[in-house]
């Protein structure tokens, strides 16, 4: 490798020289050890393996994702899911990576009155103090009985640790007699 003139910064320091002489040896870095941190040209047959490495594996959600490009999604946001883990932003933001769309967080479902501040819809448990703690998730799309109890289990770890999910509540968007779903028990009635 010929010898390189640096400016004369670079040249006073060896700590500064051997930076820039690095530069110099891009070509020869194996490929292979950068790859897994490219998440896009990982093969589908290694996902599960790259999303065990940021620990999103089992019930940190991986196991919900039905499609390579959602689990990449998963995959390429893990670092930042773990790091608000325990806020309402990761429980919208998972179940919006999982492809669920759009959610609604409803908090504080206990300890409520008739006094006209909250509508008597069934979504929060008047006159109950210990259910402080237990929130609802209004979907936009109804769900299966089996996406919901991974879901369960999903945002049981990314919720808060006091916090009780009280349901999956997805009566705004429920299930049409239109053909498409059966009466077979995957699906129920628009709480899950």
Request: positive net charge; hydrophobic residues 40%.
């Given at each position: 490798?010929?010898?390189?003139?640096?400016?004369?910064?670079?040249?006073?320091?060896?700590?500064?020289?051997?930076?820039?002489?690095?530069?110099?040896?891009?070509?020869?870095?194996?490929?292979?050890?950068?790859?897994?941190?490219?998440?896009?040209?990982?093969?589908?047959?290694?996902?599960?393996?790259?999303?065990?490495?940021?620990?999103?594996?089992?019930?940190?959600?991986?196991?919900?994702?039905?499609?390579?490009?959602?689990?990449?999604?998963?995959?390429?946001?893990?670092?930042?899911?773990?790091?608000?883990?325990?806020?309402?932003?990761?429980?919208?933001?998972?179940?919006?990576?999982?492809?669920?769309?759009?959610?609604?967080?409803?908090?504080?479902?206990?300890?409520?009155?008739?006094?006209?501040?909250?509508?008597?819809?069934?979504?929060?448990?008047?006159?109950?103090?210990?259910?402080?703690?237990?929130?609802?998730?209004?979907?936009?799309?109804?769900?299966?009985?089996?996406?919901?109890?991974l879901l369960r289990r999903t945002l049981a770890a990314f919720a808060p640790a006091r916090c009780v999910l009280a349901a999956l509540d997805y009566r705004?968007?429920?299930?049409?007699?239109?053909?498409?779903?059966?009466?077979?028990?995957?699906?129920?009635?628009?709480?899950?």
């Amino acid at each position: 490798m010929a010898e390189l003139t640096y400016a004369p910064i670079i040249e006073r320091d060896r700590r500064f020289k051997a930076l820039a002489d690095l530069g110099c040896r891009y070509r020869n870095i194996d490929v292979s050890v950068l790859m897994p941190r490219l998440v896009e040209l990982v093969a589908s047959e290694h996902l599960k393996l790259l999303a065990e490495s940021r620990s999103i594996l089992g019930e940190d959600s991986y196991w919900l994702a039905e499609s390579d490009s959602a689990r990449r999604r998963l995959i390429k946001g893990a670092y930042e899911l773990h790091r608000y883990k325990g806020t309402p932003w990761a429980i919208r933001e998972i179940v919006r990576r999982l492809g669920f769309g759009e959610v609604k967080i409803i908090e504080g479902m206990g300890n409520k009155r008739h006094d006209g501040e909250i509508s008597r819809n069934g979504d929060y448990a008047y006159g109950h103090s210990d259910r402080w703690a237990h929130y609802r998730i209004v979907m936009n799309a109804p769900i299966s009985n089996e996406q919901a109890a991974l879901l369960r289990r999903t945002l049981a770890a990314f919720a808060p640790a006091r916090c009780v999910l009280a349901a999956l509540d997805y009566r705004a968007s429920s299930i049409r007699h239109n053909g498409r779903a059966y009466r077979d028990g995957r699906f129920n009635h628009g709480t899950a």
